[in-house]
């Protein structure tokens, strides 16, 4: 018996090893630009790696994007992510070459976990009228910029247009609702468009499951599950591939993280305080250029293993630009909590170490 053991014990170590499977290669290598338009009518500049000024369409395409994803908000007292210059931006982003995703926030100002303010053009509306709202808005906006993709809601975490899209009590049926008509006015506009359905903390499977299962009961339809991920809130790689593994099953869809970022810097730029103020946010990387890279590098690499379409990088084209501020009523002097989370520098480099990668 024991010759035998051993006998089949050699055998095994002479079968030659399974070649390992490669993984897919990232598809969506995304930035979020929604700021940039502001940016350059105030006269910001941008440089490339070798500090020559260049465009930053052109510059985020060198170093690997193909994708861009824009913030549109339905009346914003900026003037700024409306239909008027998502359409003018769209067709920037197109002419360099990229793909584009339209972010709907049904809002006239940000909408995330906290918040999801209806628009005030429809205020008093009753959940029926609001789903012919979002349908019409969606259907308006997709005819006119041609998106490869969009997001019906952002961070929709527990609903959005709220009151009446907020889900209460784990009722699903009123978002549902909202979903079902944004999906059909993407679809009517182009069978093409991939429908992408997003939510915050790519930390939390059971948040995931919470939510992904409630809207799948009701009959939603999507094509693409979405989180944000950023490692100060929601956990380390390990986790976030356990998560964006068990989704992709769970749902028979594939992921991508619409969201990630991390800081290049500790240094603030303006008057108003960084959001992200550690020296070293997570495992112990620290906040530079070569932290910055290396973060975004093992998030792409945790996406890529865990068979995900891409990663979008949010904004990282919004410096401390006097002007450009986050508040929507109040841009000229707001200020910008995140330019150290950019991955162009105080004078507009891009970090040389950064690259979005297949």
């Known amino acids: ?10 055998a095994l170590l002479l079968v030659p090893a399974a070649p390992a499977q490669a993984h897919p290669r990232l598809s969506m290598l995304g930035a979020d630009v929604s700021t940039l338009p502001r940016a350059l009518d ?7 790696v070798r500090g020559h000024r260049a465009d930053p369409y052109e510059i985020l395409k060198k170093a690997g994007v193909n994708y861009v994803r824009l913030r549109i908000w339905n009346d914003p007292t900026s003037g700024y992510n409306n239909k008027t210059e998502v359409v003018r931006q769209a067709r920037e982003a ?21 918040k999801q303010f209806t628009p005030a053009a429809w205020a008093g509306h009753d959940l029926a009228q609001l789903a012919r709202d979002v349908y019409d ?6 005819r006119a910029t041609g998106p490869d993709s969009v ?18 009590n784990s009722d699903f049926a009123p978002l549902a609702s909202l979903l079902k008509a944004g999906y059909d006015a993407a679809k009517a506009c182009s069978r093409k468009t991939q429908v992408i359905i997003h939510t915050a903390n790519a930390g939390s499977i059971g948040a995931a499951h919470w939510f992904y299962d409630g809207i799948a009961a009701q009959g939603v339809k999507w094509d693409i599950t979405a989180l944000s991920y950023y490692c100060m809130w929601h956990g380390d790689l390990t986790n976030l591939a356990t998560v964006l593994t068990d989704v992709q099953a ?18 603030n730029y303006d008057h108003l305080e960084n959001i992200i103020t550690s020296a070293a946010p997570c495992d112990g990387i620290p906040a530079s250029p070569q932290g910055q890279a290396t973060e975004f590098t093992q998030v792409q690499d945790v996406a890529r293993a865990s068979g995900a379409l891409g990663v979008f990088y949010w904004e990282p084209t919004w410096t401390a630009i006097d002007g450009n501020g986050w508040d929507t009523e ?13 991955t162009f520098d105080d004078t507009g480099r891009i970090n040389p170490y950064i690259v979005w990668r297949r």
């Open 1 to 10: 018996m024991k010759i035998a053991v051993a006998l089949a014990a050699t």
């Open 42 to 48: 105030l006269g910001a500049k941008f440089y490339d």
């Open 94 to 114: 197109k002419r360099h070459g990229l793909k584009v995703l339209i972010d709907f926030h049904y809002s006239d100002t940000w909408a995330d976990p906290g």
């Open 137 to 142: 808005f969606t259907y308006d906006v997709c």
């Open 151 to 168: 997001q019906i809601g952002n961070e929709i975490n527990t609903g959005m247009l709220w009151p009446r899209g907020q889900v209460t």
């Open 250 to 267: 769970r749902y028979g869809k594939p992921t991508v993280i619409a969201e990630t970022a991390y800081p290049y810097t500790t240094d």
């Open 330 to 342: 109040d841009l000229e002097n707001s200020g910008n909590a995140w330019e150290n989370m950019a």
